[in-house]
């Protein structure tokens, strides 16, 4: 019962440690995505990005981790205003099949990049000391690096719910979310607060690729592997929607950690079974607000 | 792109669209070398004309277009390999009729949503699929590779030869029965509906069309066809690897219909062909620069040359009569 008890501990530590990197990642998705209804596949591009980010700067400049894991949102963050000014501008306003197509080629693109620069291997994360120890609590031992993801995560996750609720803002994107045409009327910025937006939802992304740089390997295809669950985090919690990929991401990470630990054998097959049923269920994600 | 095809041209074939058949019958006799990959492009296209139904003509993206392809795949593979099925014939009947089934039960729960959540549905469809075939190691032989498939003579005349001559001209041969089939259904009211349903949805309800019905027929009978075409590429390679299913040829032969010209039957004959034939020479070389350069090709498509090849033909043929 004992050793049961601590297998589903670990299951939800590891889960939810898993779930927060990957809301991280995926809520700037979420956003962007419910402001300018821009089907985004290449959004994993952002979170490789961070995560070479930070291991290049630790292993390469020998970077202290905190000022890395800045970096990795800071280069991101700007990328993506490069991105969208050069680029995404121009699919704005196109069908659907342009859209999936142009960040297709972005995907591929960012994995040749990447296989020129780093090669096909998968990069370690050169970890501090102080972040690699066990961390004991109530009798049991956490690995102190993803106790460090879930608290960082959580903090990250309360300042942006704080700023969308409280800040003015926030109020535009939530009211740009809701009503986009309406939000231009009364004389929003769309564009510029989309931008912002953007680089915001990015930066996040590079910073969630590097935080979680050592449970999502960093190699060139990440944006194609991990592009499933970025998506269904995103579909599965409702497009423009802060709590609900929260939800989903939780539901996730603990899933796939679940069947990892006890099912190996049938890998992500159930993910996406509940992942179908949820939609079934309700087709604009638990807490979506369209389609 | 969006020109309504079947409603304002002539639907009489053309001088031109025998063109890929003599080209296709030049290449038997010529390029004796290289009918391996001559029969791999044909499927291709078949697979391409699949998706051009489904996506350029009635307007439904899906990222998950190769759950058919694969499945037809694997259908044909395990049947041969498994059960000691060899009739090429018998085979395709049966992944058709597998893929029509599974094409038909998709398409009810994907065609009730849109946009993002019909994409994620389409997408996790697809790699359902394929972590079934991924971790049912026993019967799909997993990330190995199911071995051992055999296919009988076609008709019971026709060998498999190792030059692929055989699985070359039989490829053709179906490509040719569905290219003649699509295209009658193209030109007739129900592929005119088809178009009329992308254009616009709503309109179309409005005046009493039964929308959801004529997409999840185009729905099955596209499965149908890529299931048809996978099953080929299993008869030609005798062997099914884990890349015929799942998202990342799913993605690739949208990239494909897209470079040649979507929506427009020959489209689905252009890109593969460019593709596939790029890629024999250049994805060996510079594995790297490969991906740079069909990423690139296709943001220049995206942005500038919407039409794909097919479409910069147009353009310069408008030119060309424009200077006269």
Known sequence: MDSFLSAIVSVLFYGVAYGMVLYVISVGLSITMGMMGIANLAHGVFAMCGGYVLV?????????????????????????????????????????????????????????????????????????????????????DFPTYRVFIILFSSVLIAALWFGIENTKWGAMVRATVDNHAMAQSIGINTKLLFSVTFALGGGLAGMGGALGAEIIAIQPT??????????????????????????????????????????????????????IGILLWRPMGLMGKRA | MNKLIGFQSNSRLRMAEFLPWILALLVFFVLPDYLSLGAQILTYILFALSL????????????????????????????????????????????????????????????????????????????????IANKATPITGGADGLTGVVIGPVLGLFKFDFLNKTAYLWCLAILFVFWYVIRRLIYSPFGITLTGIKENKQRMQAIGVPVNGYLLKAYTFAAVVAGVAGALITQTNQFVGLNVIGFEPSGEILVMLILGGVGRIYGAFVGPLVYLVAQDYLAKQFPEYWNLGIGMMLLIVVLFAKGGVLGIVDKLKLYWRGKE
């Open chain 1, 222 to 275: 990440y944006p194609f592997e991990q592009l499933v669950f970025f998506l269904i985090v995103v579909s599965v919690g409702g497009l423009g929607s802060l709590k609900g990929p929260f939800l989903a991401a939780l539901l996730i990470g603990v899933l796939d950690t679940a069947c990892k630990y006890w099912i190996p054998e049938v890998g992500a097959f159930f993910i996406y079974v509940v992942t």
């Open chain 2, 52 to 131: 051009d139904l489904i996506t350029g003509y009635a307007g439904v993206v899906t990222l998950g277009h190769a759950a058919f392809f694969g499945v037809g795949a694997y259908t044909c593979g395990i049947l041969s390999a498994k059960l000691g099925i060899t009739d090429p014939v018998v085979l395709l009947l049966c992944s058709a009729v597998v893929c029509a089934l599974l094409g038909f039960g998709t398409g009810l729960i994907v065609l009730r949503t849109q946009k993002l959540t019909q994409l994620m549905l389409t997408l996790a469809i697809a790699a359902l699929c394929y972590e």
């Open chain 1, 56 to 140: 290049t700067a630790l292993a390469k400049y020998q970077i202290p981790f905190p000022a890395a894991l800045a970096l990795s949102f800071i280069l991101v963050a700007l990328l993506s205003v490069v991105l969208d000014r050069l680029l995404y501008k121009h699919i704005y306003a196109a069908p659907e099949l342009e859209q999936v197509l142009f960040s297709i080629a972005l995907i591929f693109i960012a994995i040749a990049i990447a296989r020129i620069a780093y090669g096909t291997l998968q990069q370690p994360v050169m970890l501090p000391e102080y972040l690699k120890d066990q961390f004991t609590f109530l009798g049991r």
